[in-house]
């Protein structure tokens, strides 16, 4: 048996060694870094029983030279500012590797030295940059879903947008443009497309019946399609404008009385007015109720536009477009991603 003695110089030279270790480490991080994170709490001796440390032995104190040669912070196992925090405080230096985020203003707890954002806190990029942010949504929700980006159609909805908000996105390259009326856009749109002479424009808001006319002289698609006395007044316009616009039916997809669109019940018989009025009929349209989770609601758009023949499907907009994409949307409506937030 040890006497007591022997027990007390092995318990101070567990402490010694202890503290020349943390002090070498500290010694190394302030001379590439500056000052080492400081433990949560104080080394206990108790805690490297069964484990005693050697002058000679480096393993630890190699991991740490790694970790200060790539440019990590040195930080306790379970310091709070890892995010981990075990029930007592065990103290194990450990090599901790920058956190991919960045953090609230003011909070640095949860970040390495060092750490640099990684994006910028204001929406202050030009429209050729918002446009192919939204492109490459557009193409990562495709490949999702076995699809090619190319099959999706970007409706860049330019609703109470002025001429001068929309023309960096032309010029950027963006040609296929979204107003919910046909007065506002008679008032912009023929300066425009003289310029632009390529743009493709798309009503997607609600059209009443005495607007056909000028809906189908000025609009190469129709959106809200949605009762019989506006499929019989677009059949008239047509004729006489010898111009056939697409067409997609809107559906109430959620049932909701506030919103434009036929019944889901309703759809079969519409579907049959508009080919008897020789519509060009090419798909389907629905907004889901805000407040609810919108995958169901394209899933079943889905569903009713295969069972009635229909390729097409207009749904989906800034904040779920890529869940529509990945349940076959072929049109989606974007606004704010490209123009910003209404006021």
């Not at 798309?202 to 005495?210: A, I, Y």
């Not at 008239?236 to 434009?260: H, S, T, Y």
Request: aromatic share 4%.
């Amino acid at each position: 048996m040890r006497s007591r003695r022997e027990d007390g110089r092995n318990k101070n030279q567990s402490r010694t060694v202890a503290l020349s270790f943390d002090t070498l480490a500290d010694r190394m991080n302030r001379r590439r870094h500056g000052p080492v994170m400081p433990p949560m709490c104080p080394a206990d001796p108790a805690d490297q029983q069964g484990q005693p440390t050697r002058l000679g032995d480096t393993s630890d104190l190699a991991i740490e030279r790694r970790a200060l040669r790539r440019m990590h912070a040195v930080m306790t196992k379970y310091d709070t500012r890892a995010a981990r925090q075990a029930p007592d405080c065990i103290k194990q230096r450990i090599a901790h590797p920058f956190i991919g985020h960045e953090p609230e203003p003011g909070q640095r707890a949860g970040v390495a030295l060092g750490h640099r954002p990684s994006y910028s806190g204001g929406m202050n990029e030009d429209a050729k940059s918002r446009l192919a942010a939204v492109e490459t949504g557009i193409a990562r929700a495709a490949k999702l879903s076995g699809r090619s980006a190319g099959d999706i159609a970007l409706v860049a909805i330019s609703k109470t947008q002025d001429a001068s908000a929309i023309r960096p996105l032309l010029e950027a390259g963006q040609m296929r443009f979204g107003e919910n009326r046909v007065q506002e856009a008679q008032g912009k749109w023929p300066g425009l497309r003289s310029e632009f002479p390529g743009v493709e424009l798309h009503l997607v808001g609600q059209l009443q019946s005495n607007k056909a006319e000028e809906a189908v002289s000025l609009f190469d698609a129709i959106h809200s399609v949605d009762r019989p006395s506006l499929i019989t007044a677009l059949g008239k316009a047509q004729d006489k404008l010898e111009r056939q616009p697409r067409c997609f039916i809107q559906v109430n997809i959620g049932n909701e009385p506030q919103k434009g669109g036929c019944a889901v019940n309703e759809l079969a018989s519409l579907i049959s007015e508009a080919r008897i009025a020789r519509l060009d009929l090419v798909g389907l349209m629905a907004v889901p109720p805000a407040d609810m989770e919108a995958a169901p609601y394209f899933a079943l758009l889905a569903k009713l536009a295969r069972d009635h023949g229909l390729a097409s499907l207009s749904m989906g907009m800034t904040g779920d477009y890529e869940t529509a994409i990945m349940l076959g949307a072929t049109h989606v409506r974007i606004g704010s991603a490209l123009f910003g937030a209404r006021t």
